[in-house]
Nanobody, 120 residues
Framework: QVQVVESGGGTVQAGGSLRLSCTAS????????MAWFRQAPGKGREAVSC???????YYGDFVKGRFTISRDAAKNTLYLQMNSLNSEDTAMYYC??????????????WGRGTQVTVDS
């Protein structure tokens, strides 16, 4: 049974940083395309960042150079380093893994999310 688990969320002051992590049991991330999504209360889910099989990275326009997606295959872990956080970044953040080949992804495997709250 596949289980994807996010961690690293929390409450930070505006301008602060957080690093989210995503790992899994029953699933090897390897070089499969993976992504971070987020959903704020009352809003739809939006793609934050994606990394494809070759390691190319993609970001939502709202990121504006503040976030960095990366992965460590040896640790079977996906990361999202978030800097210069503001109140609009407050949301539940989800990790997703794909059986496909490129970004963007729909997500074949999903975690339950980790909450990020930014106090202004």
């Amino acid at each position: 049974q596949v289980q994807v688990v996010e961690s690293g969320g929390g409450t930070v002051q505006a301008g602060g940083s957080l690093r989210l992590s995503c790992t899994a049991s029953g699933l090897i991330f390897g070089n499969r395309p993976m992504a971070w999504f987020r959903q704020a209360p009352g809003k739809g889910r939006e793609a934050v960042s994606c990394i494809d099989r070759s390691g190319r990275t993609y970001y939502g326009d709202f990121v504006k150079g503040r976030f960095t997606i990366s992965r460590d295959a040896a640790k079977n872990t996906l990361y999202l380093q978030m800097n210069s956080l503001n109140s609009e970044d407050t949301a539940m953040y989800y990790c997703a893994a794909s059986n496909g080949n490129t970004c963007p992804i729909r997500g074949d495997y999903w975690g339950r999310g980790t909450q990020v709250t930014v106090d202004s």
